[in-house]
């Protein structure tokens, strides 16, 4: 019997990942799984004052297997496939015990039922139940050896024995299996971070900044909260790449990025929506936002790289306050989008702003 680190997914699809490493984890595991596994067999095999081959066969599957598995697996070609073969083998042997044990009902009981209980929590599909006909020839086989002896009843020296497996098997089960829900956690928080934010510029991602900006836009409808959105795009950001190279034009969008995160602190939200457009809802009336964005737009254009030297960036800003007729985002970002497009065609480097009813004025 092998205690069976938990893990997920199986051997030949897309999961299988999990089971590079496979021998090198199961090994501990099992040399833990058949060291306890001996105690309620010495225990029965001398109260029975078995031969000498039933002790060779307890010496072989409780202290010579777990290190023979792990040889067998490192050195096989395909270590993992190997593993798995190890893993019915710890089923054929689970499934002998009971014949050993001329079906003493707690030990045999107890250590197929932690052996079958191994392959479900090993996540590993399907292996529980392919385990089973293995189970099946290491219960047969060995009862063809012993002729089916059947004594059941379990004495208290018996059930003593038995007490060690059943407390620490589960423990260190769930031990292992409380280390692998941390690690989902951590993974989980991880792609909940890189689905959020933006990686080159660190602002929210589209999705996230949009729901985001549509939660400021319901509190300005419930609450009439004052609301702005700001449209941001760097000017003729397709020459700098062109001219400079892709690497600059990174640096570029990030360094306009970290500017555009400052002019949200500390209560508004930015955001990149893509190639060079960034978005920046605040929580402010219409002219404390274009004092914002103006001072927005002065930093960027201060911006100097060492690797161009006389690169000057700018950036075009499209402001629109949320109107009453604003019930959904995009009608929103619709109304800066025109602010942005006049801004664009007004000469660029400039902030125009845009109220609900379309009136507009740098």
């Avoid at 999961?15 to 596994?37: E, K, N, S």
């Avoid at 060492?306 to 619709?334: F, H, K, N, Y």
Wanted: proline letters at 4%; one cysteine or more; glycine letters at 10%.
């Amino acid at each position: 019997m092998s205690t069976v680190p938990p893990a997920s997914g199986g051997p030949g699809g897309r999961h299988g990942g999990h089971l590079r490493d496979l021998p090198r984890r199961t090994y501990r595991f099992r040399i833990l799984g058949m060291g306890l596994a001996a105690l309620p067999l010495v225990v029965v095999l001398q109260d029975r004052a078995a031969s000498w081959p039933y002790w060779a066969w307890a010496a072989f599957a409780c202290l010579l297997w777990p290190h023979l598995a792990y040889v067998v697996a490192i050195r096989s070609r395909d270590p993992k496939r190997a593993e798995l073969r190890n893993f019915l083998f710890d089923s054929l042997l689970a499934g002998s015990y009971a014949s050993v044990l001329h079906f003493n009902v707690l030990p045999s009981v107890l250590l197929m039922s932690m052996a079958t209980a191994d392959k479900v929590n090993a996540g590993i599909r399907g292996l529980w139940l392919r385990s089973l006909p293995a189970m099946a020839v290491g219960l047969v086989g060995a009862g063809l050896f012993t002729g089916f002896a059947f004594e059941p009843e379990t004495t208290m020296p018996v059930v003593l024995a038995c007490l060690p497996i059943m407390v620490i098997h589960s423990l260190a089960v769930s031990l292992s299996s409380y280390r692998l829900v941390r690690q989902v956690q951590r993974q989980n928080l991880q792609l909940e971070t890189l689905n959020r934010t933006d990686a080159l510029t660190g602002l929210d991602s589209r999705a996230y900044w949009q729901s985001q900006a549509g939660h400021q836009l319901h509190r300005r409808h419930a609450k009439g909260q004052d609301a702005t959105l700001l449209l941001v795009d760097v000017d003729r950001f397709k020459d700098i790449n062109d001219r400079h190279g892709h690497a600059l034009g990174d640096e570029v969008l990030q360094a306009v990025g970290q500017h555009v995160q400052r002019a949200a602190l500390p209560a508004g939200h930015a955001g990149r929506l893509g190639g060079d457009e960034f978005a920046v809802a605040l929580p402010v009336a219409a002219g404390d936002a274009a004092a914002v964005a103006e001072r927005l737009r002065r930093d960027v254009e201060a911006l100097r790289f060492e690797r161009a030297p006389g690169l000057q960036v700018s950036i075009s800003i499209g402001l629109a306050t949320a109107a009453d007729g604003d019930t959904e985002l995009s009608d929103w970002m619709e109304t800066a989008d025109r602010a942005l497009y006049a801004a664009k065609r007004g000469g660029r480097n400039r902030v125009v702003v845009l109220a609900g009813t379309g009136d507009g004025h740098d």
